[in-house]
Structures are given as C-alpha cells and as structure tokens.
C-alpha cells in the first residue's frame, strides 16, 4: 500500500525558512521521478518542484532560487528547503509521484506571515 507522510509545515514569518519531509513507503523516491505541489482555499494543485530519476530538478518559476528539492534514497524520503519564504508561499503542501500521482497524502501547512 502506497503512503506518503508529508511534515514540516509551520507558521513563519516573511524571509524565514523550513524544510518539508516526505516519507513514502510502498514506492521508492529514488527511482520515480517526484515532486511537491501546494495548494490554497478554491484553488487548483499546483506543481512546485520535481526531481527527476537522474536527479534533475524543476522549479515553478515563483520559487526559483528560494526553494530546493532532495531526496534521501536510504529514508526513502523527499525534501522541499524553502528559503525566503513570501506570504504567497502559504499553502498545504503535497509530495507525489510525478508522472502518475498515487495516492495524496494529508498534506502539511505552511503559513508565512509578512
């Protein structure tokens, strides 16, 4: 059974940072391609990072050079570092396979405030 475990979100304040994990069991991060989504209130999912199977990586353009996504193959597990952090970046956050999303997990909230 596929699960991931998003973690890490909090309220920050404007120019702060954080560090969101992924944990997934039942699929492995280090040979899928995989990336973060966030979502706000009545909107869409938007993609914000992938990293590929060859670890190259994809960023939206209003994250580019703030945010970096990782993964540690030995914890199976995804990161999103989010430096910078702007009010607009507030959002529930989400990790999935990125060519063929599996189950969503619960999300983690990231709140900034300016």
């Known amino acids: 059974q596929v699960q991931l475990v998003e973690s890490g979100g909090d309220l920050v304040q404007a120019g702060g940072s954080l560090r969101l994990s992924c944990a997934a069991s039942g699929i492995s991060v280090s040979i899928n391609a995989m990336a973060w989504y966030r979502q706000t209130p009545g909107k869409q999912r938007d993609l914000v990072a992938r990293?590929?199977?060859?670890?190259?990586?994809n960023y939206a353009d209003s994250v580019k050079g703030r945010f970096t996504i990782s993964r540690d193959s030995a914890k199976n597990t995804v990161y999103l570092q989010m430096n910078s952090l702007k009010s607009e970046d507030t959002a529930v956050y989400y990790c999935?396979?990125?060519?063929?999303?599996?189950?969503w997990g619960q999300g983690t909230q990231v709140t900034v405030s300016s």
């Open positions: 999935n396979r990125f060519y063929a999303n599996v189950n």
């Open positions: 990293i590929g199977s060859g670890d190259s990586t």
